[in-house]
């Protein structure tokens, strides 16, 4: 039983100091590994700073390339996507129900404002109007026979009134039996082109439903939903761009419509832009929609690359005279909208500086360069 007990304590106690061992061999590893992050650190900067000082080489200053800035204009956008779409696009519909007795285009067709493009059956209405235009014949005539004895004198009031009341209730039944056949007609509202014929012959038609779609394809408009966070920035006016990439193709545009109103499921806002007729363009066609929220007509830009940041700013490195040698000087800027890789510089920057745009990622402040 002792020798048990003894064996357990010196096990336990062997454990305890491998494990002690192990915790101190961790803790001395990563002594280490700082110690030679800060060494490396160290090596590099006395590196850079021989090379500053190198007088023993012939061929003196890092090579860099250098571009003289100049303001130019800038300009930021909103990128959206979009869809073409007509701003005359209708569907007609039959106005009453019917059974479709003729269809007279097809697609692709023009049609112009007021041209009947199919219509519904009206044997039954075509045959009550003969039956009351000779119902009105009858009656005027009988009208005039009782008009010619009241001007004799010789018939009564009461027959005359009667004849010209069956006259005038005729005529307005007339009138609207004329009004129903011509609601059998299917007119289109606008001219444009017939995109689709949804009715055939013997097909029953109904208000609302299936019909004929007629496009206006000279009032074309590009559409979008905006984010709200943009609608401050965005009003009918702005300059726009559209984009469309199948047809490798840029129209210069300006948004003619932005509602005022926030899709409460969405929370973005609707824009349209106007677009010019051309034979390539289709309702319905993707659209890359970039509206201008910001522009300048002079401004310092640069690529968004060349901006390097300290702790404390954001820096350009330029080409400058100093001790008649030619080195990078640290110039720090700031940084305003940021478009499609480029950057505008608010300050910081002047006309005709020349700002280090390749070789610039390895100087230092102050070290000799050429270019």
Do not use: W
Not at 44 to 49: G, T, V
Not at 57 to 77: A, N, R, W
Not at 111 to 116: A, C, D, R, T
């Amino acid at each position: 039983m002792r020798k048990t007990l003894l064996y357990l304590t010196v096990i336990v106690f062997l454990a305890s100091c491998g494990a002690k061992e192990s915790g101190d061999k961790q803790a001395e590893l990563e002594t280490l590994k700082k110690e030679r992050s800060a060494l490396d650190d160290k090596i590099k900067a006395i590196e850079k700073e021989l090379a500053l000082n190198d007088t023993t080489k012939s061929d003196k200053g890092e090579l860099v390339v250098v571009t003289e800035i100049q303001p130019i204009p800038f300009t930021h956008y909103i990128e959206l996507q979009g869809k073409i779409d007509a701003d005359e696009n209708v569907m007609v519909t039959p106005q009453i129900p019917g059974v479709i007795d003729a269809v007279y285009v097809v697609v692709g067709q023009s049609v112009s404002k007021g041209q009947v493009l199919a219509e519904t059956d009206n044997d039954a209405m075509v045959k009550n109007i003969e039956t009351l235009q000779s119902q009105l014949a009858f009656a005027k005539d009988v009208f005039n026979k009782q008009k010619a004895k009241k001007k004799k004198k010789i018939g009564s009031e009461i027959q005359y009134l009667s004849a010209k009341n069956n006259v005038e209730t005729l005529e307005k039944s007339i009138a609207a039996a004329n009004e129903q056949i011509s609601a059998t007609k299917l007119i289109s509202p606008i001219s444009g082109v017939v995109d689709a014929v949804d009715v055939k012959v013997g097909q029953i038609g109904s208000p609302g439903f299936q019909g004929i779609r007629v496009v206006n394809m000279r009032t074309l408009k590009a559409k979008g939903e905006v984010s709200e966070s943009h609608a401050e920035f965005v009003s009918a006016g702005d300059n726009t761009k559209i984009i469309l990439t199948d047809l490798n193709k840029e129209i210069d545009a300006k948004i003619s419509f932005a509602s005022s109103v926030i899709n409460p499921q969405s929370r973005t806002f609707s824009v349209e832009a106007k677009l010019p007729s051309e034979s390539n363009l289709k309702p319905n066609m993707i659209a890359v929609i970039k509206i201008a929220d910001y522009e300048v007509a002079n401004a310092m830009v640069v690529d968004l690359n060349m901006i390097q940041k300290s702790a404390d700013a954001a820096f350009v490195y330029v080409a400058a005279q100093e001790n008649g040698k030619t080195v990078a000087q640290r110039r720090v800027v700031t940084v305003g909208k940021i478009y499609n890789g480029m950057a505008e510089i608010t300050s910081g920057l002047e006309k005709g500086d020349k700002v280090i745009t390749s070789g610039y990622q390895n100087l230092i402040a102050g070290q000799e360069i050429k270019y």
